[in-house]
T-cell receptor, first 115, second 116 residues
Framework: AQKVTQAQTEISVVEKEDVTLDCVYETRDTTYYLFWYKQPPSGELVFLIRRNSFDEQNEISGRYSWNFQKSTSSFNFTITASQVVDSAVYFCALSERYSGYALNFGKGTSLLVTP | GAVVSQHPSWVICKSGTSVKIECRSLDFQATTMFWYRQFPKQSLMLMATSNEGSKATYEQGVEKDKFLINHASLTLSTLTVTSAHPEDSSFYIC????????????FGPGTRLTVL
């Protein structure tokens, strides 16, 4: 069963638009971590954020923000004023204590930002 | 942040040959390393969990005799693809678990394997 669902396969926006990438997760563990990674065409994973299950505070980092809601098992990612350099595939991932903290990735959302 | 290296970054080999990929944690010790595989336009899938000094734990569907994992030291894990075939062509990425109270995980840059 898919533990991390990224329902949006592809999103296309025009530069300067805001865009939200959705992530819904499923776990029975009480201690878990949620992540977002960016994967540009080069393939290397770029770490964006890690959130533990005990910290529901939303976070903002520059143009990036994350909304963690345990009540809906969601960890959504918003890019404000998108730029062409934001074009990449974005993965949401779940890490659980009972599985030794290996990452369970969603299928990814391919974001294309056009000028 | 901590650095994890992988070598080689890319490799092309003939069908039937074996390929070894190294994953090193450069500035920290990692008792646990993970190996993931990513086929084109797909997500990353966990192949196996590598623990220093013990046998690796493989995910369902991953052939342990084909993908040999050795974690001989706290900074090095190797993945050997034995008798590689074109269907093994993929992007292989390792990660190292830093441990401690935060259990931070750091990824290597990946190895692109092409089997002709």
């Amino acid at each position: 069963a898919q533990k991390v669902t990224q329902a949006q396969t592809e999103i296309s926006v025009v530069e300067k638009e805001d865009v939200t990438l959705d992530c819904v997760y499923e776990t029975r563990d009480t201690t878990y971590y949620l992540f977002w990674y960016k994967q540009p065409p080069s393939g290397e994973l770029v770490f964006l954020i890690r959130r533990n299950s005990f910290d529901e505070q939303n976070e903002i980092s520059g143009r990036y923000s994350w909304n963690f809601q345990k009540s809906t098992s969601s960890f959504n990612f918003t890019i404000t004023a998108s730029q062409v350099v934001d074009s990449a595939v974005y993965f949401c991932a779940l890490s659980e204590r009972y599985s030794g903290y290996a990452l369970n990735f969603g299928k990814g959302t391919s974001l294309l930002v056009t000028p | 942040g901590a650095v994890v290296s992988q070598h080689p970054s890319w490799v092309i080999c003939k069908s039937g040959t074996s390929v070894k990929i190294e994953c090193r944690s450069l500035d920290f010790q990692a008792t646990t390393m993970f190996w993931y595989r990513q086929f084109p336009k797909q997500s990353l899938m966990l192949m196996a969990t590598s623990n220093e000094g013990s046998k690796a734990t493989y995910e369902q569907g991953v052939e342990k005799d084909k993908f040999l994992i050795n974690h001989a030291s706290l900074t090095l894990s190797t993945l050997t693809v034995t008798s590689a075939h074109p269907e093994d062509s993929s992007f292989y990425i390792c990660s190292a678990l830093a441990g401690g109270s935060y259990n931070e995980q750091f990824f290597g840059p990946g190895t692109r394997l092409t089997v002709l």
